[in-house]
């Protein structure tokens, strides 16, 4: 958590420093995350949403504490000391209850912050932002705060309780892209105004004085603002930094504080350290790590296809694809429904739906029987060129096994290392 905090001390010192948060539950992805932090010598945050983890279990089925234990137990796998690890919390707040009252959505929001406090996470965003049953829009800022407030208090109340203190470090914002990427397409962003950026802070230290979370608030290092960055089925919305002076401007102005940037999934190289120099020191990355991971077991069925007899194939495309189709939740609401190709929505689009299926039970046993089977015979070159092209150089130049296992981690490491460049290019020796 110091190094952290140092990163975006430094970031506002004018060095280009930040840190980058991955925000997903697969284990191949946790992993690559770690192996990059390795590589680097530098702190992994690792951070689960509130549809993912809750105190009901999400859709991982698992419990805050029961995610804690999983990180840690692969970065035990891996020899990476769990102690530099950070865990956050990401959209902590009424989203996953926005069907019913306010007040009970509410109450459960307070039970899912303790739990999250309980089980040793450091890092809260409070997003209270969105709409309950009975709310009338817009919601206005004091409410949106007043919420934050009451959802603070719970959080620090279970730190003091539980380990004697309170070091959470919070995020708060109200232009808060929604969880898991936006629902339809995108024609156009707007950049958060300053105004709206100086109303919020505002409002949120007013609120949170009167309800006596002083030391709280000292510890609120980031917002989430809207710097003109997301993405949707097939487009990418690239950063613009000439139109993010007046953002720029005004973190570098305020002390304590540095921007969150949420959906930056899939951002050109010079986007993400343009990013950082502005005062996004805080990057998320989701659906682009679980869209590499695609990629890679996609690209490795192809190759078990020229491979391995029909009757012995995972089948591995075929079964996401029913098992998608079996149980539509996942992707039914997030794609257009009068086109006529929704298999490519369900397999390549950006939003990557496909990732909230890849604990499925049936899904899983092919992945293991992909792997299995690749890793029975030795892959020819050729084929590795053909559908991996990158980890191919990598094979050759023998810095990478010629393994399923290792192709699959390398593939999800490119999207790492664009990170991890941008957060840590001018104050780190990279490890090459």
Same mark, same amino acid.
């Given at each position: 958590?110091?190094? =952290?905090?140092?990163?975006?001390?430094?970031?506002?010192?004018?060095?280009?420093?930040?840190?980058?948060?991955?925000?997903?539950?697969?284990?191949?992805?946790?992993?690559?995350?770690?192996?990059?932090?390795?590589?680097?010598?530098?702190?992994?945050?690792?951070?689960?949403?509130?549809?993912?983890?809750?105190?009901?279990?999400?859709?991982?089925?698992?419990?805050?504490?029961?995610?804690?234990?999983?990180?840690?137990?692969?970065?035990?796998?891996?020899?990476?000391?769990?102690?530099?690890?950070?865990?956050?919390?990401?959209?902590?707040?009424?989203?996953?209850?926005?069907?019913?009252?306010?007040?009970?959505?509410?109450?459960? /929001?307070?039970?899912?912050?303790?739990?999250?406090?309980?089980? !040793?996470?450091?890092?809260?965003?409070?997003?209270?932002?969105?709409?309950?049953?009975?709310?009338?829009?817009?919601?206005?800022?004091?409410?949106?705060?007043?919420?934050?407030? =009451?959802?603070?208090?719970?959080?620090?109340?279970?730190?003091?309780?539980?380990?004697?203190?309170?070091?959470?470090?919070?995020?708060?914002?109200?232009?808060?892209?929604?969880?898991?990427?936006?629902?339809?397409?995108?024609?156009?962003?707007?950049?958060?105004?300053?105004?709206?950026?100086?109303?919020?802070?505002?409002?949120?230290?007013?609120?949170?004085?009167?309800? !006596?979370?002083?030391?709280?608030?000292?510890?609120?290092?980031?917002?989430?603002?809207?710097?003109?960055?997301?993405?949707?089925?097939?487009?990418?919305?690239?950063?613009?930094?000439?139109?993010?002076?007046?953002?720029?401007?005004?973190?570098?102005?305020?002390?304590?504080?540095?921007?969150?940037?949420?959906?930056?999934?899939?951002?050109?190289?010079?986007?993400?350290?343009?990013?950082?120099?502005?005062? +996004?020191?805080?990057?998320?990355?989701?659906?682009?790590?679980?869209?590499?991971?695609?990629?890679?077991?996609?690209?490795?069925?192809?190759?078990?296809?020229?491979?391995?007899?029909?009757?012995?194939?995972?089948?591995?495309?075929?079964?996401?694809?029913?098992?998608?189709?079996?149980?539509?939740? !996942?992707?039914? /609401?997030?794609?257009?429904?009068?086109?006529?190709?929704?298999?490519?929505?369900?397999?390549?689009?950006? /939003?990557?739906?496909?990732?909230?299926?890849?604990?499925?039970?049936?899904?899983?046993?092919?992945?293991?029987?992909? +792997?299995?089977?690749?890793?029975?015979?030795? =892959?020819?070159?050729?084929?590795?060129?053909? +559908?991996?092209?990158?980890?191919?150089?990598?094979?050759?130049?023998?810095?990478?096994?010629?393994?399923?296992?290792?192709?699959?981690?390398?593939?999800? =490491?490119?999207?790492?290392?664009?990170?991890?460049?941008?957060?840590?290019?001018?104050?780190?020796?990279?490890?090459?």
């Amino acid at each position: 958590m110091n190094e =952290m905090i140092e990163s975006m001390l430094n970031n506002k010192k004018g060095i280009p420093s930040g840190i980058y948060s991955v925000c997903c539950a697969h284990p191949l992805v946790i992993e690559a995350a770690l192996l990059q932090g390795l590589a680097d010598d530098s702190p992994v945050l690792i951070e689960a949403t509130a549809n993912q983890v809750n105190q009901f279990g999400g859709y991982t089925n698992m419990l805050p504490a029961d995610f804690v234990s999983f990180v840690h137990d692969i970065a035990v796998k891996v020899n990476y000391p769990t102690d530099r690890i950070i865990l956050g919390g990401d959209h902590l707040g009424p989203t996953c209850w926005t069907k019913e009252p306010a007040a009970e959505a509410m109450e459960k /929001s307070k039970k899912l912050i303790e739990t999250y406090v309980a089980a !040793g996470f450091k890092k809260i965003h409070l997003d209270t932002s969105m709409q309950c049953a009975d709310d009338t829009l817009p919601l206005s800022d004091e409410t949106v705060a007043k919420r934050a407030a =009451m959802l603070c208090q719970v959080a620090e109340q279970t730190a003091i309780r539980q380990f004697g203190k309170s070091d959470i470090i919070y995020i708060v914002g109200t232009e808060v892209p929604p969880p898991g990427g936006a629902k339809e397409e995108i024609d156009t962003l707007e950049v958060t105004p300053v105004e709206n950026v100086n109303e919020t802070l505002s409002v949120h230290a007013k609120i949170f004085a009167e309800q !006596g979370l002083h030391d709280a608030w000292s510890r609120v290092i980031g917002l989430v603002v809207q710097p003109g960055v997301e993405f949707d089925n097939f487009t990418v919305f690239e950063y613009d930094s000439s139109k993010a002076q007046a953002l720029k401007n005004f973190a570098a102005n305020t002390a304590g504080l540095v921007f969150e940037a949420h959906s930056t999934d899939y951002q050109p190289a010079e986007a993400y350290k343009a990013l950082v120099r502005d005062h +996004f020191a805080i990057l998320k990355v989701g659906p682009q790590l679980t869209f590499a991971l695609r990629e890679a077991l996609f690209a490795l069925s192809f190759i078990e296809q020229e491979l391995v007899a029909p009757d012995a194939q995972s089948q591995l495309r075929e079964v996401c694809e029913q098992v998608m189709l079996n149980e539509k939740g !996942g992707w039914e /609401s997030f794609y257009p429904q009068d086109q006529q190709n929704l298999a490519v929505y369900r397999r390549y689009s950006f /939003s990557d739906r496909i990732r909230y299926y890849w604990n499925n039970e049936q899904i899983q046993t092919a992945v293991t029987k992909l +792997f299995a089977n690749l890793s029975a015979i030795d =892959m020819p070159l050729p084929l590795i060129s053909q +559908f991996m092209p990158s980890q191919y150089d990598a094979v050759i130049a023998k810095k990478l096994d010629n393994a399923p296992k290792a192709l699959v981690l390398n593939k999800i =490491m490119q999207v790492t290392q664009l990170y991890a460049d941008a957060c840590y290019f001018q104050t780190k020796q990279r490890v090459k």
